[in-house]
């Protein structure tokens, strides 16, 4: 059965920083793209970034928005995605949802999370 | 960085009649190769998105058949051929170049 359970959400002080983690079971973790989205209270859903398989160099592509403060990181041995949050804002509230993803020129296998809420409130 | 702008917003459909969502992309997602980076997700009320159509018009796994992507380049269409019940939640388009982006959403609702 595929999985990915994110953890290390809760409520942070703006300024401050958080890991979130993204463990995963049932697929090949190390070929797929690992993705971080995150949706804000009532809002819709909002790309921040992701980190490719190693195959494809495993390099990372952020939003904008977050480019800068966020970073997101792989470990393979272990099957984790991690999203480091530095100095984070109010704004940053909402529900973290990790994605993983594999396309070949025949199929695609799309996962996601169940997320974690992170509110950033002093 | 690449805007998505979905229409309608919302909207309501009685079982069993189509429903269509459009999106609009401002620039090309018609990639050399000959695929339309676009993909269509659906949030279910309470739930994670779930794929339905990537690259366009492929229908992911597991997604019903009642669900169809067309178009090219930066118009692109979500159709729904019959509605049912457990349709209901917001779909988005978001591209899929190298940094991606979400439409705003569609809410659907059943009348």
């Known amino acids: 059965e595929v999985q990915l359970v994110e953890s290390g959400g809760g409520l942070i002080q703006p300024g401050r920083s958080l890991r979130l983690s993204c463990t995963s079971s049932g697929f090949t973790f190390g070929d797929y793209v690992m993705t971080w989205v995150r949706q804000a209270p009532g809002k819709g859903l909002e790309w921040i970034g992701f980190i490719r398989s190693k195959t494809y160099g495993g390099t990372t592509e952020y939003a904008a928005s977050v480019k800068g403060r966020f970073s997101i990181s792989r470990d393979d041995s272990k099957s984790i995605a991690y999203l480091q949050m530095n100095s984070l804002k109010t704004e940053d509230t909402g529900v973290y949802y990790c994605?993983?993803?594999?396309?070949?020129?025949?199929?695609?296998?799309?996962?996601w999370g169940q997320g974690t809420l992170v509110t950033v409130s002093s | 960085d690449i805007v998505m702008t979905q229409s309608p917003l919302s909207l309501s459909v009685t079982p069993g009649e189509p429903a269509s969502i459009s999106c609009m992309s401002s620039?090309?997602?018609?990639?050399?190769?000959?695929?339309?980076?676009v993909d269509w997700y659906l949030q279910k009320p309470g739930q994670s998105p779930q794929l339905l159509i990537y690259l366009g018009s492929n229908r992911a796994s597991g997604a019903p058949d009642r669900f169809s992507g067309s178009g090219s380049g930066t118009d692109f269409t979500l159709k729904i051929s019959r509605v049912e019940a457990e349709d209901v939640g917001v779909y988005y388009c978001m591209s899929a170049a190298q940094t991606r982006t979400f439409g705003q959403g569609t809410k659907l609702e059943i009348k």
């Open positions: 994605n993983g993803r594999q396309s070949t020129g025949y199929w695609t296998k799309d996962y």
């Open positions: 620039q090309s997602l018609l990639h050399k190769n000959g695929y339309n980076y």
